[in-house]
Structures are given as structure tokens and as C-alpha cells.
């Protein structure tokens, strides 16, 4: 798993990773709160096609059943979930690839 609290490591994913596409909508919607540090706003979990749902509820600090999510939506080849933890606002981005089996199932169930 790849966790970004910072801009400069999202300036980079964008660059870098294969949901640049996810990551730059994400970063354009944040850009007005650039002054403070991404990580008191949110974290990006960016979960690799080895990792497991043991591997993400141990990264997130809660158990995923049943789902906490605020927001799921399927993009092209990714799945996004967002979980907001605090009255902040603060809350996780976790993006998973269509090509990771061991959370595929999991994150069928959670778009009808």
C-alpha cells in the first residue's frame, strides 16, 4: 500500500501512478486549501494488487464490515472509497485496482 500525506508525493503519483486521472481530479477539488498540509485535510491510500482487506482495515484502523464508507465509485479500471473520519472533514481516499482479486470481490458489493 501507498499512502500520500503530502503534496509534493500527490504531484508525483499524478506523474507517476496509473490513476493519475482519479488523483488529479482529487487534487484540483483540494487545490483552495493549499496552504495547509494535505495531511490534515486527507490521506490517499493507494492499495497495490497484492494487498488484502486484512492489509487495508490494519492501514485504516477499523474493520470494513460493515463497509464505513461515505462515497463508492468504479472508474475505469479503479475502484474509489472514501471514508471521512472526523467533523473536520479529514477522511481517506483508497483507491483499488479492478486487478486486485483479493479486494475485488469486496468492492463489488459495495455499487449495486
Known amino acids: 500500500m501507498i499512502s500520500i500525506t503530502t503534496w509534493s508525493d500527490l504531484r508525483a503519483a499524478i506523474e507517476n501512478h496509473p490513476a493519475t486521472t482519479i488523483l ?15 495531511g490534515e485535510l486527507c490521506e490517499f491510500i493507494l492499495v497495490e494488487p497484492t494487498d488484502t482487506l486484512a492489509d487495508l482495515a490494519t492501514t485504516l484502523g477499523r474493520t470494513l464490515h460493515p463497509p464505513p464508507w461515505e462515497y463508492v465509485e468504479r472508474w475505469n479500471g479503479w475502484y474509489e472509497l472514501v471514508l471521512v473520519t472526523v467533523d473536520t472533514g479529514f477522511g481517506f481516499v483508497v483507491l ?17
Do not use: K, S, V
Not at 488529479?24 to 494535505?38: G, T, V, Y
Open 24 to 38: 488529479r481530479a482529487h487534487a484540483e477539488r483540494l487545490e483552495e486549501f493549499a496552504d495547509q498540509p494535505l
Open 96 to 112: 483499488i485496482p479492478e486487478g486486485n482479486r483479493a479486494l475485488l470481490d469486496y468492492c463489488a458489493t459495495l455499487i449495486p
